[in-house]
Structure formats: C-alpha cells, structure tokens
C-alpha cells in the first residue's frame, strides 16, 4: 500500500510540474503576442536597476536598428573630433522612403543639462517600450531618440573616463593666460569633491534652520556664502575653482537667456561656442519636431519653458499644459503635480529655452526624479496639504533677520524628510570646516552623488516608473483629423458633396511659426488652421463652392462646419476630399458618387 502510495504521490507531483510547464509556456506565449512576438524579442531592453554607460547605450542602439532595418535606423547627430559621438535613434510604423513623409515628430532628448543621467535612461526606456510595438506606432509619426545629448559631459557626471579632449577644453575665464589652474580638490580627503561654502559680505546664501540647507540671504542676513564646489584658490587669486570645470555646462549656454560666463568657466565665453553643443542645435532645427521631451533636471514633474507667439497665458497654450500635466500625473502617479497659471521661470540659457524659442513645436521638461517622485510606505512623500507643483516655488526672499535661521523652502524641506525618513540620513555630507589657507575657513559638504540629482541605483526603477506610458500617451494624443462625407448626392450629371473635418486628438501643440512656413502652402497660413480641398478628376468642374475650404482652428475633440460643393462629373469618377493642417498633417477619403 505503501508503495502504491509513493506511486500516487509522484504522479501527482508530475502532474504538477507538466501543468506549470504549461501554464508557463501559456504565459510567455501571451506575453510574446502583447510585446510584438518573435520580432520583439529582439529588443533588448535597458536593465532599469543600473545606469547605462556611454559605450553600452551605443551598443543597445545599434543592435535596435539591425532588427529592423527598413523602419529603424541609427542617427548620426554629432561627430566631433576627440569627442564622443551623440548618437540617437529614428523608427517609424512605415518603411523609410515608402511615401510621403511623416508630418509628426516626437523627439525625445536624454540629459540635456548634462547632468541626468536618469533622464537617459528614461529615453531609452521609453524608445523600448514603443519599439515593441512598433506596428502600432500612429502612420503619420515618427519618434526620434537622443539617450545621451551631452554624452561626454554625463560621461563626466558618472565618473566614467572621458576623451582628454574634453577634459581640456575649459576657457580661461579669469583671463590669467592659463586653463584649469584651479580645479576642484578633494580637500578633508573623504573621496569625494562636494559643495563648499565660503563666507563673503556678497554671498547669495545662507543656512536655513536645518542647518543642511541653503536659502537665498536677504539683505539682513548674516552670516552671507558663497556656493561652489569644493577645492582651494590654487592660483592664489582670491577665487575657487574659477577655472574648475571640464567641458561646457549644457544647462547654461544657449543664447535665449544666456546668464554670461560663469566663474568656473562652465558656461563658456559665448553661447553654443562648444561645437557638440552646436551641431546637436542645428540636427534639432532642422528636424523642427512637432513635441521635443527633455528628460532632465530634478524636480519630478514638468517644466515649460516660454516663447509661444501666443504669450504663455493663451488659453490654448494653458490648456496644453494642463492636458500635459495631468497626463504626467496619471502616467507616474504622482498625484501632488498640479498646473500653474503663473508665469514661467525667466530663460536662463538652457536647451530648452532656446528650443522652445526657435522650433515651431511644443517643448517640455520631463523630470524622472524629484522632490515628488520620492516615496515613503508605498505613499507619495508629499502629502495633499503640502502638494509641490510641477515649478518649484521660489525659495523664500523675505529678508526677515535670520536668529536661528529662517524654514527651509517646501522643495528642500520635502528632500530632508526623504534624506532623513527613508535613507536614514545617508547621502548628504554636514557642512563642516576646512582650512583654505590664508586665514581662510570654508564649509564642506552637501548632497554625494546619485542622491539628489541623480537616484540612487536602488531608486532607478521606482524614477522610471510611468516615463514609457507617458510618452506613448502624447503619441496616441497628438492630433488626428478625420473627414465625415455628411451628404452625396447625384442628378444627372451634377453632383452635391457635403462634409466636414473633426481633430479626435486630445493634445495640439502649439505653433511657433506660421504653418505655411512649415509646409509650403499659403492656404493653410492660418494660425494652425485646417484646410479641407477637392480633388476631381480633370473632366468634372466645380460649379459651387471652392477647390480649398478654410475651416479655421480646429481644437482637440473640435467639429468644423459642414462644407458644400456642386460639381459636374461623369459617372464613375473618384472625388478625393483632403484636410491639411499644421506641420503637413492630414487625411484623405475618397468619394464615389
């Protein structure tokens, strides 16, 4: 009996394991079907739990371009000599070359301010995400992606090695005849180059009442610093790591709000003046893209930058923001985002102020990471009555006397309560005192790497979650015209046609420029108006109405008056019926009467 027993057992147990085998062969079949199947699993996916370096997003790129060559192709955007390539990636649901061209252009732009390192992943997550579906991508889109903008400068930031090439190029900014004479130095010997705080009547800074924090000094307070990085006056000039900086800062060197060189030489003495700056522009201007993404910066939401012709209080503009926002929020869950009527912060010579200023499209600034993506318990760190818009607040100016120093500022305050409450405090250095010679005394310390600018490599995927449903959300929102034949009739010869044109998008971008500028036609020089045209063939004749019908803006979930012709046609012949809107977008029906 016993052993009729172990018999049962192990067929049962057979059993179990043959149904497993099955249900998880079943899994995978259905996950193959979700993801695009065999042609899918072509794709390698980012890891999501650690930083891509420079070399290994080249590598990804390129083996995403050999799956499908005739819809995915490898983009040279900029080749410097002794610089890093910037290296970006284009596809399209069509074959390259198989028509007309596609009238949409999502752009999606990594590390911009060449310091985030988690908005190049999120491109390249998001790239991933929508080359498994690549079918299902929009006929009349095309998606490219740029990881890394300012490859060498992230490069920098991750401490990866870099071309000396880069590493030399730093202007002379104190005008001395020599570069780089004062760099950073490591100076209490902790293994890393940090903040430091030097006390000057001048100073823009002082400590808040968490004696960690910065706020801007009032005119009242005292002690006053200055911020730079740390490292002593090696040049003996009265000043810190003027010449410190390797390479140009991308978050400070494009000419709409151009803040002028900065003393450690980081802005460059003019504008664009860095050639990899300048070509990754002139590949961007000439794509002219209808919405750019720049996953950068470390605020957790969204950024806009200004420059509409429409002023940046428009309804259509506010409303494009509001849509944006919202969809952000519901894509990350970070439900504290909110959108803000207020004015947009002053340009301040970044990429996207000037992008914003000079392309007809709409930019914005995605932020994977942020006072708003940290969580606490599985909640978000900011609760309802302290929610943090999607511009920080400026930080508190109020030149009250500062006795025990005034409250840190809502965006500082919510990073503490992640330092403190989930870290348990590690990630930040106290501010304590160096000797810099010369009877001279500084502060040391701050924020360590892969905290506040960049997460934590256990952080990665929690900042990345939603980046992908975001950006495949503004493709499916994007505008689509459809053409509704209201009426067809025929008598004789004569024919009457009545229709109209519908947007059943959801976003519409804003326009920089004329429309006809874009696309050639002056009929369509409407302020991102939508034309509706006939086409018959050359035996038929209108009698009423005209070739091209202006219907004006058409807005999202928008219906346009109905439009009438009578022409005279033949039996049998094809009338073509054509709406063009902003950028080339359009759709065509054809009609049989």
């Known amino acids: 009996m016993r052993l009729i027993g172990s018999i049962i057992a192990l067929l049962g147990l057979c059993l ?38 420079g070399v290994e997003v080249e590598s990804l790129l390129r083996s995403w371009a050999d799956v499908d060559r005739g819809r995915i192709r490898l983009v040279q955007v900029a080749e410097v000599e002794g610089r890093a390539p910037v290296t970006g990636i ?48 929009r006929p009349d889109v095309r998606v490219v992606a740029i990881p890394r903008c300012a490859p060498d400068a992230l490069s920098y930031t991750a401490g990866e090695a870099i071309d000396p090439a880069f590493e030399a190029w730093s202007p002379d900014e104190d005008q001395d005849g020599l570069d780089q004479e004062d760099p950073p130095d490591d100076l209490d010997g902790d293994g890393m180059t940090l903040d430091m705080l030097v006390e000057a009547p001048d100073g823009d800074w002082c400590l808040a009442s968490d004696r960690r924090v910065l706020v801007r000094a009032g005119p009242r307070d005292a002690p006053r610093y200055r911020l730079t990085r740390e490292g002593r006056d090696d040049d003996s000039d009265g000043l810190h790591n003027e010449d410190g900086r390797a390479g140009v800062d991308w978050a400070r060197t494009f000419p709409v ?19 990899v700056t300048r070509a990754v522009a002139d590949f961007v201007l000439e794509l002219d893209p209808t919405v750019t993404m720049i996953f950068a910066g470390n605020h957790g939401g969204l950024r806009f930058f200004g420059g509409c012709v429409d002023g940046d209080k428009s309804e259509r503009v506010l409303d494009l923001r509001a849509r944006l926002v919202a969809g952000f929020a519901r894509a990350t869950g970070r439900s504290t985002l909110s959108a803000s009527a207020g004015p947009l912060p002053k340009p ?28 606490m318990d599985g909640r978000p760190l900011a609760g309802s009555s302290d929610a943090t818009a999607f511009v920080p607040r400026p930080l508190d100016q109020s030149g009250d006397l500062l006795e025990m120093g005034r409250a840190p500022d809502d965006v500082s305050a919510l990073w503490m309560r992640w330092l403190d409450d989930v870290r348990g405090g590690a ?7 160096v000797d810099l010679g010369g009877g001279v005394t500084g502060l040391v310390g701050g924020w360590e790497p892969f905290t506040k600018v960049n997460p934590p490599a256990d952080q990665l995927a929690f900042a990345l979650e939603g980046m992908a449903p975001f950006v495949e959300g503004v493709l499916a929102a994007l505008p689509k015209y459809e053409i509704e034949v209201l009426d067809v009739q025929r008598d004789g010869s004569l024919v009457r046609i009545q229709a109209r044109v519908s947007n059943r998008g959801v976003l519409e ?57 009578i022409l005279e046609a033949p039996p ?12 080339g977008l359009g759709v065509e029906r054809e009609v049989r009467p």
Request: glycine share 16%; aromatic share 6%; with cysteine.
């Open 257 to 275: 709000g151009w803040p002028g060189p900065a003393s450690d030489g980081s802005g460059g003495e003019r504008p664009m003046e860095d050639p």
């Open 427 to 433: 990630g930040f250095v106290d501010w304590h005192p």
């Open 90 to 137: 284009e596809f399209a649901a069509r074959p390259f070359g198989s028509g007309a061209g596609l009238p949409l252009t999502v752009l999606l732009l990594g590390g911009a301010d060449g310091t985030s390192l988690v908005g190049g992943e999120a491109v390249l997550h998001a790239a991933h995400a929508l080359l498994l579906h690549l079918d299902e991508l």
């Open 572 to 583: 049998g012949g094809v009338i073509a019926l054509r709406a063009k809107g902003p950028s």
């Open 16 to 53: 179990v394991y043959w149904t497993g085998l099955k249900a998880g062969a079943s899994e995978r079949s259905a996950a193959e079907s979700r993801s695009g199947g065999a042609a899918a699993a072509g794709f390698q996916a980012p890891a999501g739990s650690v930083y891509t370096s």
């Open 348 to 375: 301040s010579g970044t990429f996207g102020d000037w992008l914003q200023a000079v392309i007809r499209g709409t930019v914005v600034e995605v932020s994977p990471w942020g006072p708003t993506a940290v969580w």
């Open 509 to 565: 971008p804003v326009a920089q420029k004329p429309t006809a500028e874009a696309s050639g036609d002056e009929s369509s020089a409407t302020n991102g108006g939508v034309t509706l045209s006939l086409e018959a063939a050359c035996d038929a004749a209108i009698v009423v109405g005209g070739a091209c019908a202006n219907l004006g803006e058409l807005r999202p979930g928008a219906v346009s008056a109905p439009v009438t012709w």
